[in-house]
């Protein structure tokens, strides 16, 4: 491979920052069309290809995921949302064809992790080859806050469930990379470490992100790594999840 070419793939990839605020540009069809071949050639388990992607263009089913996702205005107002859905219908459809049934299988933990992967993978493609298009992409996991709401609004089937979306268009703002963990504290050989090794390598982190948050807020946030995520965990979000998915086609056997 090129070595220039090397570097920029790995600029692009180390340079992804969430964008939330787009300009009125549309994305040509073809870019989109791209988009989604570069997803699909994500890997997948066993060839299954078990996710679906839903291109959301109308402006009131747009309106309504916004709400559903938490009033999040940038749903409704990017200049494309596509929504990733992990999908095992597909299967059971293609193997009833086929005069055989496979539900034993399909109602398994383990195909719903599969599913999941999926969608989660063909995701980042798409997510790094818009970026390649000089596109912003922030991903939405805000539309589980009303997961049944969102599936009955799409038509999605049984055994189909939607995973997160993602908001796509030209960025109108040039965030700040956000720092993320230091490679010690992630990235551990053959074995896993007792955590007390990686102490002083997290407080400088924490140090690190109360920083950037001082700089892109002028002050009014300063919270550390560490307290960001007590208060994220301090109250578990989105519990209806099991019961929905067990409602929607996913046993979990």
Request: proline fraction near 5%; glycine fraction near 4%; charge should be negative.
């Given at each position: 491979?090129?070595?220039?070419?090397?570097?920029?793939?790995l600029?692009?990839?180390?340079?992804?920052?969430?964008?939330?605020?787009?300009?009125?540009?549309?994305?040509?069809?073809?870019?989109?069309?791209q988009?989604?071949?570069?997803?699909?050639?994500?890997?997948?388990?066993?060839?299954?290809?078990?996710?679906?992607?839903?291109?959301?263009?109308?402006?009131?089913?747009?309106?309504?995921?916004?709400?559903?996702?938490?009033?999040?205005?940038?749903?409704?107002?990017?200049?494309?949302?596509?929504?990733?859905?992990?999908?095992?219908?597909?299967?059971?459809?293609?193997?009833?064809?086929?005069?055989?049934?496979?539900?034993?299988?399909?109602?398994?933990?383990?195909?719903?992790?599969?599913?999941?992967?999926?969608a989660?993978?063909?995701?980042?493609?798409?997510?790094?080859?818009?970026?390649?298009?000089?596109?912003?992409?922030?991903?939405?996991?805000?539309?589980?806050?009303?997961?049944?709401?969102?599936?009955?609004?799409?038509?999605?089937?049984?055994?189909v469930?939607?995973?997160?979306?993602?908001?796509?268009?030209?960025?109108?703002?040039?965030?700040?990379?956000?720092?993320?963990?230091?490679?010690?504290?992630?990235?551990?050989?053959?074995?896993?470490?007792?955590?007390?090794?990686?102490?002083?390598?997290?407080?400088?982190?924490?140090?690190?992100?109360?920083?950037?948050?001082?700089?892109?807020?002028?002050?009014?946030?300063?919270?550390?790594?560490?307290?960001?995520?007590?208060?994220?965990?301090?109250?578990?979000?989105?519990t209806?999840?099991?019961?929905?998915?067990?409602?929607?086609?996913?046993?979990?056997?």
């Open positions: 491979m090129d070595p220039q070419f090397a570097e920029q793939v600029r692009l990839l180390q340079n992804h920052r969430s964008i939330r605020k787009f300009t009125e540009q549309k994305i040509p069809e073809e870019t989109i069309n988009i989604i071949l570069s997803a699909q050639m994500a890997s997948t388990s066993s060839h299954v290809q078990a996710y679906t992607i839903i291109g959301v263009t109308d402006p009131e089913l747009r309106r309504k995921l916004a709400e559903y996702s938490g009033k999040q205005s940038y749903v409704e107002s990017c200049a494309h949302f596509l929504v990733f859905c992990a999908d095992l219908n597909r299967l059971d459809y293609v193997t009833r064809r086929q005069g055989v049934d496979v539900t034993e299988t399909l109602d398994t933990t383990e195909k719903f992790i599969v599913a999941t992967v999926d989660a993978l063909a995701a980042q493609n798409a997510a790094i080859a818009a970026e390649a298009n000089g596109l912003g992409i922030v991903y939405i996991g805000g539309i589980r806050n009303n997961s049944e709401q969102v599936a009955t609004l799409l038509e999605l089937p049984a055994k469930y939607p995973v997160f979306g993602m908001c796509l268009g030209y960025p109108a703002q040039d965030p700040d990379l956000k720092p993320r963990l230091p490679m010690s504290c992630v990235y551990f050989e053959n074995h896993y470490p007792d955590l007390e090794t990686i102490a002083d390598d997290l407080e400088q982190y924490d140090q690190r992100v109360r920083n950037y948050y001082i700089q892109r807020t002028k002050g009014k946030r300063q919270e550390t790594w560490s307290e960001m995520m007590v208060k994220t965990l301090a109250i578990p979000i989105r209806h999840m099991k019961s929905f998915l067990e409602k929607w086609g996913f046993p979990f056997k």
